[in-house]
């Protein structure tokens, strides 16, 4: 459904997205990952043609945004940050509006969408008088009007409580499981990425990290916590040896290739250090993007 | 589509309130001076200097001879002041709003958008001047009698005064009034150029008002005097100069052709400005 190849994006002199190939397969769940400033907004706008690459091709459902716009965005839908609507217009005033961008809408679409995100009776009140979490869903139902095959949510859950967070996530799982929408979403709640997501991108500093498919990232080694009162003389003497590759915070050990906790155990006991505990903790996505954006190398890196 | 996106953009200029300021203030204003016209001794020189002419003041101090001089300063003062509010607003408030970024995640050209925002603004613009010469007259026909038409005025280097029938007078008060409109086309497209680049909208109206004072200013300098048709502010002047008799309609139909292109060029810096720009929050 998209297509980034080689995309570099400059602004001024500094480059904001770096050497992007990514691909976002049809009906997936797409997680993009990155820090504040690691490109993921400006990728969004490339693929939206709001920004234009500097350099590298961008497409969507196979058109290029930057000379066929027309059809790239014929069927997408996008939902942004904090959903910006003609506040002194009603709900469904912005939506006839807004769908007049895309191709003529029938009332009927309008009001069955308006149905699908439960708008319905609030949608002829201005959106001067909506909540945040309704604006949240005029902001899905401006997206669904043009009957799309992908949507881009661009850090949907920011600005919403716990509560509305959870709706959010709902709605996008319903989105897929009952549209069968393919959904790109950036995100920094990693939580939210790690229950809705089927594959991820990680981006730092505008370079893509990693990308691959949530379960092969769960499934993948955690990180080896290792308790010991000299934490630095028990891994200089397991590196030695050849069991670790790295170690991190004074309390993790990454195991090298084909070596287990049970190695380093005997390799400490046998060097008279004292070890209080040695686990292998569970991989979480959040564990897993800590170590890429800190430069410590993930088994699953692609 | 276009038409409905036209009407879109129609909606969303005459939904807010801030649209209906101008309006507001031109019947504020003409109220006020036609109050201070009816009873301070300003119409007292008017109908000596008619009389200075050999004219019967009774004739002419009328609804026309009236409505002129209540349009006059607000074609000078305020009109400018409310179109380029509004056509600094159209691209630049959307843009400041976050709502550009709505409409472009759609399958819309931005040249299409802006044309069609374009349309609306002139469209504004048309409805003002439209509305603020029809409630002077309006207005002025309340507390004086339809009679003939007095003008008196000056526009560089000349002096203009124009005694007309009311037939004659209510004809040159519509076209004047028609070239009124194109005056505040084109400060519109001036400040609707500004707001195609990534400003503030008050930056944009801010920009739009000093070309046009800065005009004013330089035009007014005796120096540039052999240059006046290289500013806008001359050519403004036109709708003016139809009461002069006779008419100077070449120099007329020079000015507004200007005028014109004025427009077109504003239009076409701006959509290229705003197709190179990126869209961001």
New interface residues.
């Given amino acids: 459904m998209i297509s980034l190849q080689n995309v570099r994006k400059r602004?001024g002199a500094i480059d904001a997205v770096q050497d992007l190939t990514l691909t976002v397969p049809r009906g997936e769940i797409f997680g993009l990952l990155g820090h504040n400033g690691a490109g993921k907004?400006?990728a969004i706008?490339m693929m939206?043609?709001?920004?234009?690459p500097t350099r590298g091709e961008v497409k969507v459902c196979g058109h290029d945004v930057t000379t066929q716009?027309?059809?790239?965005?014929?069927r997408?839908?996008?939902i942004?940050?904090?959903?910006?609507?003609?506040d002194?217009?009603s709900g469904r005033?912005n939506l006839?509006?807004?769908c007049?961008?895309?191709?003529?809408t029938p009332p009927e679409r309008i009001r069955e969408v308006v149905d699908w995100v439960g708008l319905t009776g609030r949608e002829q009140s201005a959106v001067k008088t909506y909540s945040h979490g309704m604006r949240a869903r005029l902001a899905i139902a401006?997206a669904l009007l043009?009957q799309p095959e992908l949507l881009?949510f661009d850090e949907p859950g920011s600005g919403l409580d716990p509560e509305g967070i959870a709706e959010m996530r709902g709605t996008i799982i319903r989105l897929h499981r009952e549209l069968g929408l393919t959904i790109l979403l950036s995100s920094h709640l990693l939580s939210e990425v790690e229950q809705i997501c089927t594959r991820i991108a990680v981006l730092n500093q505008g370079r893509k990290v990693f990308e691959g498919r949530i379960a092969d990232v769960k499934a993948g080694p955690g990180r080896v916590m290792l308790r010991t009162p000299d934490f630095a003389a028990a891994a200089a003497q397991l590196r030695e040896r050849g069991i670790i590759t790295n170690s991190a915070e004074g309390k993790f050990i990454t195991l090298s290739e084909g070596r287990t906790t049970a190695d380093a155990a005997k390799v400490l006991v046998e060097a008279n250090l004292p070890v209080d505990g040695l686990w292998q903790e569970e991989q979480t996505l959040e564990n897993f993007y800590l170590s890429l954006v800190r430069g410590e190398s993930p088994a699953n890196d692609q | 589509m276009f038409f409905a996106q036209l009407k879109n953009e129609l909606w969303k200029l005459f939904g807010k309130k801030r649209t209906y300021i101008g309006f507001g203030a031109f019947v504020l204003a003409q109220t006020v001076m036609l109050l201070m016209f009816k009873y301070t001794h300003w119409q007292r020189e008017v109908e000596r200097l008619l009389a200075g002419n050999g004219y019967l003041a009774n004739e002419y101090i009328s609804a026309l001879t009236v409505s002129l001089v209540m349009v006059w300063p607000q074609i000078l003062l305020l009109m400018p002041l409310y179109v380029a509010l509004v056509g600094g607003d159209l691209v630049a408030k959307e843009a400041e709003d976050g709502t550009l970024r709505m409409i472009l995640s759609r399958p819309i050209s931005r040249l299409r958008l802006l044309q069609v925002k374009w349309l609306a603004g002139i469209i504004f613009a048309a409805v003002l001047v439209l509305v603020l010469g029809a409630i002077a007259l309006g207005f002025a026909r309340i507390y004086f009698p339809w009679k003939g038409m007095f003008v008196f005025g000056q526009t560089q280097p000349n002096v203009t005064f124009g005694i007309f029938t009311p037939e004659q007078g209510l004809t040159l008060y519509v076209v004047s009034t028609l070239f009124s409109i194109v005056n505040a086309v084109t400060l519109l497209s001036v400040a609707f150029m500004f707001s195609c680049y990534n400003m503030k909208p008050a930056a944009a109206t801010i920009l739009a008002l000093s070309f046009l004072f800065s005009n004013m200013v330089i035009q007014h300098i005796p120096f540039f005097e052999p240059y006046q048709n290289w500013f806008i502010t001359h050519h403004f002047e036109s709708w003016f100069l139809v009461y002069q008799t006779p008419a100077p309609w070449a120099q007329i139909l020079q000015s507004e052709i200007t005028l014109a292109a004025t427009c077109a060029t504003a239009f076409i810096i701006g959509a290229i400005g705003f197709q190179l720009r990126d869209i961001k929050t």
């Fill in positions: 602004f907004s400006t706008g939206l043609g709001q920004v234009w716009r027309a059809r790239a965005l014929a997408v839908g996008a942004f940050e904090t959903p910006a609507f003609y002194y217009l005033r006839e509006i807004l007049q961008y895309s191709a003529p401006q043009p881009i």
